[in-house]
């Protein structure tokens, strides 16, 4: 069964048809959703969402775009929804010099705050990562310990940097773009990863796979995802759905101590 570890169902794109979508993930095999919040707005909608669906699952996180919104009495209350039962990973949280909404020191600094709030809390982080590769590297490396988990999600950088963070522990997130033709760099991440570091996750809304490039995506097209990584690794289709939902839920739970299964 697939296990989606990265969505943004409580998206505005989703408005009209959410219940709909979610209803066929289920009938289609998708049996695990991990709904990742990105402003202190989303956290409440995937709260909601992880409340009404029984396998939704929340990250609970400030995406570096709107980390101007945090304050320490925001921080304080984003701690607080990390206790909630169904909350999985601090995220998505990282660094983001493509848009640049947010001075490059205001994004390391609550990087920081919310990495050391996951390592406290026990939960894994998920890392949000555009043309900020070195600074990524360098807060990562800075907050390792050998208890703090997590992902580098939509992974678009290097073998070389994929290594690092895989010896760190790290997890990396592989989404649509793998289908793409130019993507070369990836597809060559792709080959030289473990299977075993690997997370299939869609991004959606965003970042739909060939066939369906350019519109939104949902976690229905997850198996395009994995079928480039099955061809790419030259395994079949059902061992990458196998081991990476085996990757998530030991990314994911291990710290629940709960099988929701
Ligand atoms: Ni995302």
Redesign the pocket.
Known sequence: MIFES???YDDSAFDLDREEVLKQCKEEGIETIVN?S?SLDSVKRTLALTEKYEFIYGAVGI?PDEVGELDEASFEWLRKQCSQPKVVAV??IGLDYYWDKEKHELQKYWFRRQMALAGELGLPV?V?SREAAMDTLAEVKKAHTSELRGVI??FSYSPELAEEYVDMGYYIGIGGVVTFKNARKLKEVVKMLPLERILL?T?CP?LAPEPNRGKRNSSLNLPYTARAVAELKEIEVEEVIRVTEANARALYFAGKGESPL
């Open positions: 990265h969505a943004h990742v990105a995406h995220g998505e998920i949000h999600h939509c996750e991004d965003y």
